[in-house]
């Protein structure tokens, strides 16, 4: 029995992919507000993951409405 694919960030509503990354693709996930790293550093972010990272809080995109007519 074929098993379904595994929900990955770059099929989550939260997730964003972030145009020109350098390393490779990579997006911000905004599934919680972003946090301050540490240090001297007042300028908070959003988590950076790849497209095929996973993690529980997986969600799909909402489906585009449909208008009747």
């Known amino acids: ?10 099929t989550c509503r939260f997730w964003q992919e972030i ?3 350098v390393d490779r693709e990579a997006g ?3 599934v919680n507000p ?9 300028i908070a972010d959003w988590p950076q993951t790849a497209p095929d990272d996973w993690c529980g809080r997986h969600e799909p995109p909402p489906h585009p ?3 009747r007519g």
């Open 34 to 42: 972003p946090t301050l790293p540490g240090g001297d550093s007042v």
């Open 28 to 30: 911000i996930c905004r």
């Open 65 to 67: 409405l449909r208008i």
């Open 19 to 21: 145009p020109d990354s």
């Open 1 to 10: 029995m074929p098993t379904a694919p595994r929900p990955t960030c770059e």
